[in-house]
């Protein structure tokens, strides 16, 4: 009975985050110093800046832009990507231009959108938008070279409309593709959007971190990080996957 319970995807998931935090809090002990906080001060500090109201006013900030910034980004990069992969004369002329933004550091597109615009939202928006959206027409245009063009006549042939073919043609098989640019975009763009925020806002979870940093708090700084993955697992959880559950119902 209890290796069927260990079977279990979640049992799974909570034995290895209950082993993790075992294993903090025996370094926690082992080193006893100020610089690793056990994981009981962790969240006395993470329930005192929630029930201070200023973490969820800088979480908010942070996800507003991230909302923001993801959404321009994957919206235009899906778009780019499906035009990149359908017509080769333009992917091989842009091609040189993804190589080049997707080896620009991420650091440099943030000093410069600041230097030429200011230190203002939607520059710093800009910047991670420009970061992220060369991964997003790159995974998507993959996605649509390996599109079945005999579903794609036989669609023609059945006089399918436009929004037909995308729906039950197109779309089930970019799904996977899309996916990928969700989640690896979504890792993405909160990391870059903490330096954003660092560099040039005066709001937002990296502006805290870079505080913390400052007056060497490592618990808030793990109280705060410990409160942004949260919520982006619970994005995972309770928004992306049940959508990828739902797309996927046509496979067997």
Known sequence: MFSRFLRHPQTLAALSLL????????AATLFHSNTLPTP???????????????????????????????????????????????????????????VIFLNVPALVTIILCYVWFGLIEWAAILAVVINKLPNVIVTIREGTRTLNQDLLEMAQSYRFSRRKTFVHVIWPQLHPF?????????????????????LGRSNGM???????????????????????????????????????????????
């Not at 082993?19 to 025996?26: D, I, K, N, R």
């Open 178 to 198: 899309v996916m990928a640019a969700t989640r690896s975009g979504l890792a993405l763009i909160w990391k870059i959007i903490l330096v954003v925020e660092l």
């Open 40 to 98: 009981i001060k962790v969240a006395t500090v993470l329930w005192q800046a929630i029930a201070s109201g200023e973490l969820p006013y800088h979480l908010g900030a942070t996800l507003l832009r991230l909302i923001s910034s993801f959404t321009i980004a994957m919206l235009l990069g899906c778009g780019i990507g499906v035009l990149l992969g359908r017509h080769k004369t333009l992917d091989a002329f842009f091609d040189n231009w993804l």
């Open 206 to 252: 990296g502006y805290q971190l870079h505080l913390f940093f400052q007056l060497f708090d490592v618990a808030s700084l793990l109280a705060y990080t410990v409160a942004f993955v949260a919520v982006i697992q619970l994005i995972e959880v309770l928004i992306l996957k049940p959508l990828d559950k739902k797309a996927q119902r046509w496979r067997r």
């Open 19 to 26: 082993l993790l935090v075992a294993l903090w809090q025996l």
